[in-house]
Each structure stands twice: as structure tokens, then as C-alpha cells.
């Protein structure tokens, strides 16, 4: 069984471009995270999908981020325009269940903001 | 918010020893999970834990999710220096739409 796929692997910007990300979860899993994780912490979830629905954004700095899942399928995670604390590695997750299941994690995308 | 209090920081042993963290939250989880990451990669979960009380093994690998529901440990048996890597732990609450809240890491370094 395929992984979480995630691309780019890595991302240099300069600081006020834009820049997006992609992600194929799991087949069949209904649930999708995009996770922030900044170096030396833990991750720290920015949103979840339920299906194509966002069940959970509140940690998500809707002035310049914004994310998408298609058809309950594919994701892509948008940053414009990126900040220098932008700098970290960006986890897309997923679960086969709407509750209470492991979540298997993609490679992730470092992003660099210069 | 939920907070997950992860400790020890950072660990440094040697070959053959063995190796216990612990995870505590302010809030009742209804799943514990215990990940690795190693430099560059995804975490990779190692194992979960559903029920309070409950021990669950894989391999040199023991977890038990406390009887409170606020907290959980890992322990390493035997470790091996592909052993080194940083553990988190992750807490998932059904109230929340089983949103994973993590933990921030025990990085552990294992000395041949």
C-alpha cells in the first residue's frame, strides 16, 4: 500500500512570494491533516479535513494561509505571502476513520523562507 | 487549548540499556500514540493505545496508556543505536474530531 506522498520535498522562497503544496493521502483515508512543524518542537496542526469538509482550521492564520482538498482526495496548502517564521516543515497526515484512528504521516515539505 | 507535557527533553545512554518517557496532558484522551521521526522523514507511528490501562508491545517496544486518560509512557528495551531518533507522543480526543495534539519530543541519542 502507497504512503502519503507530499511534493515539493523542499522549497526555498524569498520572503512576501507565495508558494504551494501538495499532498495524496492514503487511499480510501477520509481524514487529512496539514501539520506545521518548526525545529526543535513538535507538529503543530494547522487543518483537518473530514472528506472535502475542514473540521478543525483554528489554528490556521487565515490571513495568509488557506488549503484545499479536492473531491476528498488530494490537498494543497497555500502560503501568500510567506513571512520568515514561515521557515518549517510542512506534515500532511491521514487516517482510514472520521474517528479515533492512527494517523500515517507523508515525508513532509521543508520550507525555506529567505 | 489541549497541552501535552513530554519529558525527559533529550536522552543520552548507552547500548543495551534501557529507556522510558512519559507523556502527560491537562485534558482526557480517548487514543494515546507514540511516534519516531529520524532526520529528514515523517513521523512514523510505533504504536496506539485505545483503552485506559491498556499495555501494548512491539517488540523491544512497550506503551501503556494511564488509567486517568491524561497519561501515557513509552519504554525501550535493549536499545540499539538505530534506536536514535526523536519520540513524540500524540493525544486524540473524539470531542475534537480526534485532532492529533502532539507532544514536543524526547530526542534520544544511544552511544554504541
Known amino acids: 500500500e502507497a504512503g502519503v506522498a507530499q511534493s515539493p520535498r523542499y522549497k526555498i522562497i524569498e520572503k512576501r512570494q507565495s508558494v504551494a503544496f501538495w499532498c495524496n493521502p492514503i487511499?480510501?483515508?477520509?481524514?487529512l491533516y496539514w501539520y506545521q512543524q518548526i525545529l526543535g518542537q513538535g507538529p503543530k496542526l494547522l487543518i483537518q479535513?473530514?472528506?472535502?469538509?475542514?473540521?478543525?482550521d483554528s489554528q490556521l492564520p487565515k490571513d495568509r494561509f488557506s488549503a484545499e482538498r479536492l473531491k476528498g482526495v488530494d490537498s494543497t496548502l497555500k502560503i501568500q505571502p510567506a513571512k520568515l517564521e514561515d521557515s518549517a516543515v510542512y506534515l500532511c497526515?491521514?487516517?482510514?476513520?472520521?474517528?479515533?484512528?492512527?494517523?500515517?504521516f507523508g515525508q513532509g515539505t521543508r520550507l525555506t523562507v529567505v | 487549548g489541549q497541552q501535552l507535557n513530554q519529558s525527559p527533553q533529550s536522552m543520552f545512554i548507552q547500548e543495551g540499556e534501557d529507556v522510558s518517557m512519559n507523556c502527560t496532558s491537562s485534558?482526557?484522551?480517548?487514543?494515546w500514540l507514540w511516534y519516531k521521526q529520524d532526520p529528514g522523514e515523517g513521523p512514523v507511528l510505533l504504536i496506539a493505545?485505545?483503552?485506559?490501562?491498556e499495555l501494548t508491545s512491539n517488540g523491544r517496544l512497550t506503551a501503556q496508556f494511564g488509567i486517568t486518560r491524561k497519561d501515557s509512557f513509552l519504554n525501550i528495551s535493549a536499545s540499539i543505536p538505530s534506536d536514535v531518533g526523536i519520540y513524540f507522543c500524540?493525544?486524540?480526543?473524539?470531542?475534537?474530531?480526534?485532532?492529533?495534539?502532539f507532544g514536543k519530543g524526547t530526542m534520544l541519542l544511544v552511544s554504541p
Open positions: 497526515a491521514s487516517s482510514l476513520l472520521i474517528q479515533g484512528a492512527e494517523a500515517f
Open positions: 487511499s480510501g483515508h477520509a481524514t
Open positions: 479535513f473530514q472528506n472535502n469538509g475542514v473540521v478543525d
Open positions: 485534558s482526557i484522551f480517548n487514543t
Open positions: 493505545l485505545y483503552k485506559a490501562g
Open positions: 500524540a493525544g486524540q480526543s473524539i470531542l475534537r474530531y480526534s485532532t492529533l495534539t
